[in-house]
């Protein structure tokens, strides 16, 4: 393993690198991943919500093995291929909206986004997009000025206003979730709308309904669809980021569903082709008309990738996997706040589905952030078995997104793990000379 880690050094540019330990990756099946130690692991992340339908999964195997025998590849760009046009037709027929929709396809969240910070301007000539402060769309110029997490905000932003987003644990307002009556939303309208910019030059705002990387903070109830009804009144888009939390993971097929919210299109990615690369936009056809070849990449839509998603979706409702998610989710859920009762440095437990968040704080009285302490504890959590990552705004919150086709039986033994990496960090058993080389999005 070691003379891995170390031509991994010698030739891996750091640029790439987000590395939580130092785990050597030989094989995976269902929701384990096996170094080349021979060492099983439980994978709490799903590589950052890729594996929602886990590893290796037979179907998914066989799909890519028949398509490669058939159409190995065409560009979607200059060739038209069935695969690509089934796949738009299911995601036009799934998405909600009484309008005419088309899809877009690239291979990556990042590049979806783009395309969406692109078309914006160029379909209602309005200069102006609204992103939330911890929000995270990507690592293209584009993608990158939309995103408000702390280690994008010093991008070239343009044409884009950072507004404040409804965390309730940390409200920039300092109020009360159960009495505030969503002042953040009204705040929004007030003073944003109105002050802060001309509500005139406002094109669309670009939201996700569960903030992962800014924390795994899901939008009180009401949020999302307050601000449908805003985007309505002022004829401004609403585009849904559903690039993490999409195809499932919530307990829906689509964040937005329990809401009833309508968007004008949302940005699917990560778990679209169980690993393959694929992302997908799917919206109103005069965004996505916009202009002819603005926006296009040459493997975006391949026919393989298409292939494994169609499989993909066949999965989520044949197995389903968004039940599943709901029900192991709330399970997760309950059973962490009861874990949090054991140790003061838990100040919130929160999510929706198998999107879940633990923020690690001094005390719960004083809520100071401790991205240390969660860092040991993820790489604790490693040494004992058990894969998860660290995010948020202060590099603070455990993040826990297992493939969807996880048991209770296997997230319970998960918690187990945790808990046990928790109390050996807490009694100060751990070695934190061992993040010097693995501190995630780095400790502050």
Not at 318 to 338: D, T, V
Request: one cysteine or more.
């Amino acid at each position: 393993m070691d003379n891995y880690i170390i031509r991994d050094q010698n030739a891996i540019s750091e640029i790439m690198k987000l590395r939580f330990n130092p785990l050597v990756a030989r094989s995976a099946k269902g929701i384990y991943i096996t170094d080349c130690s021979g060492k099983r692991y439980i994978d709490f992340s799903a590589n950052w919500s890729v594996a929602n339908t886990g590893y290796a999964h037979p179907d998914i195997i066989e799909v890519i093995k028949q398509q490669l025998e058939k159409l190995s590849f065409a560009s979607t760009c200059s060739l038209i291929n069935e695969e690509s046009v089934e796949l738009a037709e299911q995601l036009i027929q799934r998405m909600p909206g009484d309008f005419s929709k088309k899809v877009w396809y690239g291979s990556s969240g990042s590049d979806a986004n783009e395309m969406i910070y692109k078309a914006i301007s160029m379909a209602d000539k309005k200069n102006k997009i609204l992103t939330f402060v911890g929000s995270y769309h990507g690592q293209t110029l584009g993608s990158y000025s939309m995103s408000g997490h702390p280690m994008q905000s010093k991008s070239y932003s343009g044409n884009v206003i950072k507004i404040p987003y409804p965390y309730c644990y940390r409200c920039p307002f300092q109020k009360k979730c159960d009495s505030c009556n969503l002042f953040c939303l009204n705040y929004l309208e007030g003073y944003i709308l109105h002050m802060a910019c001309s509500v005139e030059h406002i094109g669309a705002i670009v939201a996700e309904s569960v903030q992962c990387d800014g924390g795994d903070v899901p939008m009180p109830s009401g949020y999302l669809k307050g601000l449908e009804k805003l985007c309505r009144e002022y004829d401004i888009l609403l585009i849904i980021d559903d690039v993490k939390i999409g195809c499932g993971r919530t307990g829906d097929f689509f964040s937005f569903e329990s809401e009833n919210v309508i968007p004008d299109a949302v940005v699917i990615g990560k778990p679209i082709a169980s690993g393959q690369p694929l992302s997908v936009v799917v919206g109103r056809k005069e965004l996505l008309d916009v202009e002819s070849g603005l926006h296009l990449f040459t493997t975006g839509g391949n026919p393989v990738s298409c292939a494994a998603a169609i499989a993909t979706i066949r999965l989520i409702e044949s197995e389903k996997l968004a039940k599943n998610a709901a029900c192991i989710g709330a399970l997760m859920l309950q059973n962490l706040k009861k874990l949090a009762e054991k140790f003061e440095i838990i100040g919130d437990v929160r999510g929706r589905g198998l999107v879940i968040g633990i923020e690690i704080v001094k005390d719960r009285k004083s809520q100071k952030p401790e991205p240390l302490m969660a860092q040991m504890i993820s790489y604790q959590a490693y040494e004992k078995g058990l894969l998860l990552y660290t995010v948020g705004l202060y590099s603070n919150v455990l993040e826990i997104t297992p493939p969807l086709i996880i048991s209770e039986e296997q997230a319970m033994q998960g918690i187990s793990i945790l808990e046990d990496a928790i109390w050996c960090v807490k009694e100060g058993k751990f070695d934190e000379s061992k993040l010097k080389e693995f501190s995630g999005w780095g400790i502050s």
